[in-house]
Every structure is written in C-alpha cells, then in structure tokens.
C-alpha cells in the first residue's frame, strides 16, 4: 500500500522536542532497512512515530529529504505532485483558503520554484510546501499546503504545519541524529501529526505503515547513492 496513506492516517497530538517518543522503540531490520515505527489511535486521530537508520551522514541525508520537487519522482505512486511555493503563493493560498485542488492551481498559477528557494545554508529557514497524494480511484486525492521550519545550525530539524487542504489537520516533524554505535549512519526520527476526518481499522493501518515505512525509506536510499 502507499505511503500517501501512512500520511492520511496520521495523528493529531503536540509535537515533542525531547528523545522520549523514539528510545523505547525497538530497530528492526527487513531487507536491510533498520526502522521501528509506534502507532496511538483516537477516534479519526491518529500519532506515529518512527525511526529509520540511513548508512549516510545527515549532511548526506538531509538534502534528499528536503527536495519538496523531486519527491514526485523519488517516490512515485505516492505524490501525484509536490513543489516548493514562494511566500506570495503561500500568503495566497491562507488568506483564500481554496476549496479544491483546482482552485488551489488557479489560485497559484504557473511560476515554479526550486526545492532549495529561500535555503540559509548552516541556519535557521522557512519554506512552504505543497503535496497532493495520488489516491487510488475512487478516491480523491488528498492535498496540503505547509509551512516549515527548516534548521540545519548545528543540527537538522524540519517542522511543520498546515495552513490549507483537505485534512482537518497535519502538522509534525523529523531530526536527523548522529548514531554512536554505528559511526557515519544517520537515525531520522518523526513524528507525523494528523487528522484526516475519516476511520480505518487500526489493523489496517499499522499494517500499511510499516510496509510503506520501509519502501519509502529505500527509495530515499537509492536516491542517496546517486
């Protein structure tokens, strides 16, 4: 199952700044993908939490998952589109608060942006993101438009939270973290915060976020050798 539906389901809690939600999950290794991933449910809202080991350095890893354009490509199946919005299109996009992906692409019309616009190499960065997840008919696809909070000062953080789309809510993050058993490998750590408005078994769930996990994580990992 896709990895845009790990997204859909995700929960709706605070985010966290401490090492607690990831030291009691146990790596597991499949296929040589090292990951551990924590599911809580409420009602339509749901928490995850997870940790994967890439055999990079975060400064190796970083670039690849913040490459809002080439997600699209790096992970097909998943995104129908992904792109990086400038401010303008972004303070747009909130103040008009579209009600459909096509008023969405009318609304910003057709001036693109690279993944890296408004980067501050070794500092602290906001940059808006736009998803929509290709749905299986049918289906609709989800969208979302994001504000992030980039910080690589010493550290590699990415944090989030919707301004407009078709969730009741998305917000979250994702660190990289050194590993001091395993010298020049990456941990990357998230919590995805969410609420879709829908239910789904929780079986379900769990069952497609570790299949999806684990396949998303060897797509970032091919794209990390190139």
Do not use: C
């Not at 790990?6 to 929960?11: A, D, K, N, P, S």
């Not at 019309?109 to 960065?125: A, I, L, N, Q, T």
């Not at 408005?197 to 050798?225: C, D, H, T, Y």
């Amino acid at each position: 199952m896709r990895f845009l539906f790990l997204l859909f389901l995700l929960g709706s809690v605070p985010v966290h700044a401490d090492n607690q939600p990831f030291d009691s999950l146990e790596m597991t290794e499949d296929d040589g993908i090292y990951s551990a991933i924590r599911t809580e449910f409420s009602g339509t809202k749901n928490r995850t939490v997870v940790r994967i080991w890439y055999p990079y350095p975060p400064s190796k890893v970083w670039p690849i998952l913040i490459d809002t354009n080439g997600w699209k490509e790096t992970h097909k199946g998943t995104y129908a589109d992904t792109r990086t919005l400038d401010v303008n299109q972004y303070k747009l996009v909130k103040t008009k608060q579209p009600d459909s992906l096509k008023s969405f692409y009318e609304l910003i019309g057709g001036e693109e942006f690279p993944s890296e616009y408004g980067r501050v190499r070794g500092g602290v960065w906001t940059s808006y993101v736009f998803q929509r997840f290709a749905f299986p008919f049918p289906l609709k696809d989800r969208w979302v438009v994001l504000k992030v909070k980039n910080d690589e000062s010493g550290k590699y953080r990415y944090e989030y939270s919707m301004a407009a789309g078709n969730f009741r809510t998305l917000k979250g993050y994702w660190e990289l973290a050194t590993i001091p058993e395993k010298p020049g490998w990456t941990e990357f750590r998230a919590q995805y915060d969410s609420d879709p408005g829908i239910q789904v078994p929780q079986f379900l769930a769990k069952s497609i976020f570790k299949s999806s996990i684990r396949r998303e994580a060897k797509e970032n990992l091919e794209a990390m050798k190139k």
